[in-house]
């Protein structure tokens, strides 16, 4: 079944001009919108149509977002919902958690007024991959160079603000009939496969000739590269690796490694055998994702990693429970007597900013800070930020 057939986006919203430019963006990421404006066209369209996504105005009149949500959970409805709002993150953030107490399946947030290419980032981010993948197209999407990569900027402590230091390589597949596909639409079937090491090697050139081309633009940046579980099994990979950096003339001590714990659990001895030459060059290796799932203290001092990136669904709790809190307050801690570096990702909001900034983290990424872009986009971003223009977004100083 093709993808218009299947996803079906109803947007809820009193400004039809909005209205209008969802119903524009969905013909463009190939989903059909239906619409309503008032409380009563939202109950209607639930009766009448099954929508896979639905586009959220918390604010309405007439209509109390948090009571539509009640709605919706009352109706026992499965599709993923997206709230909007010209309010600030923080009430986005909190009605997102209600929604996700009431058991729905709350995908995210967007902030109005909110750029065309974000809308349409966020609708085509969220739709459901309803044509199956083939391998056959995957390895074509390789062949023919549909893949691609966008950089999420990192900000590093400085001495007395934050500066981009480096940014984070993430994998995008620009599909001739999906849209822009994002690594969970197809790095499952890549892993199973086995063509997760051809993608990781496109990605990990694209890295490190970036990495090259900033520097000729005088820009000394990092770039950090996801690997696969499958990867660090790979005796080949540190000589692979070295030979790309003299290639490219990038020394080790540029590039980062993020590995998650699922890495090292198969064969613990020949991933340490890899993680050490890999250090031992002079690459640096994070530990992703902590503070998830499997999370084993055991591999922060056993395994040599030099950061831990502490997982965005913990960070996006920490503003309102404690616990995680002290989670993340005790995570900072442990890395540090283990001299090890602290990264929080998925920093989205002003306070979640200022918390970890008071709690010594060292380095932040996150939609707070920028998004992940085009190569091309990051040079005017830094000299921006680096620049000390922060004006876009209030950056805490010390
Ligand atoms: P990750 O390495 O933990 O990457 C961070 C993910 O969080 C990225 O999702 C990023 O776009 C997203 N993110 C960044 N800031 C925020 C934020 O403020 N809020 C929220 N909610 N999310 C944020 P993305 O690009 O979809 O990547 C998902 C995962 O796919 C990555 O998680 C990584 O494990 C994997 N991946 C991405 N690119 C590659 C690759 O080239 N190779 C391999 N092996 N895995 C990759
Ligand atoms: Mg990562
Ligand atoms: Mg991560």
Known sequence: MSR?????????????????????????????????????????????RQPTLILLDLQMPGMDGIEALRYLARQNISAGVLLASGMDQRVLTSARQ??????????????????LE????????HLEPDERISLDDLQRAIDEHELIVHY????????????????????????PRLGLLYPGDFLPLAEQSGLIVGITDFVLTDAIRQIGHWRS????????????????????????????????????????????EAASLHDPDLVMDIFTRLRVRGVGLSLDDFGTGLSSLTQLYKMPFSEVKIDGSLIAEVMATKPAATVVRAII???????????????ETSPQFEFLEQLGCDALQGEFI?????????????????????????????
Do not use: Y
């Open 4 to 48: 218009r057939k299947r996803n079906l986006v109803l947007a809820v919203d009193d400004e039809t001009d909005f209205l209008e430019l969802i119903e524009h963006i969905g013909q463009g990421v190939g989903c059909d919108v239906i619409t309503a404006d008032s409380a009563t066209g939202f109950r209607d369209q639930l009766t009448r």
């Open 98 to 115: 209600l929604g996700e107490s009431l058991g729905l399946r709350m995908l995210g947030t967007l902030q109005k007024p909110a750029m």
């Open 118 to 125: 974000d809308i349409e980032a966020l609708l085509a981010r």
């Open 152 to 175: 999420q900027p990192k900000l590093q402590r400085a001495a007395h603000d934050w500066q981009v230091t480096g940014a984070e390589a993430l994998v995008r597949w620009r599909h």
């Open 217 to 260: 633009r005088g820009l000394h940046l990092a770039a950090a590269v996801n690997l696969s579980p499958r990867l660090v099994q790979d005796l080949e990979f540190p000589d692979r690796l070295a030979r790309l950096l003299k290639e490219f003339d990038v020394t080790a001590d540029q590039l980062n490694l993020e590995v998650t």
């Open 333 to 347: 801690e442990l890395a540090h007597n283990l001299s090890l570096k602290v990264c929080a990702e998925g920093v």
């Open 370 to 398: 920028a998004h992940a872009m085009p190569a091309a986009e990051i040079e005017s971003f830094i000299s921006v930020w680096n620049g000390g223009d922060h004006t876009l977004i209030p950056v805490v100083r010390k």
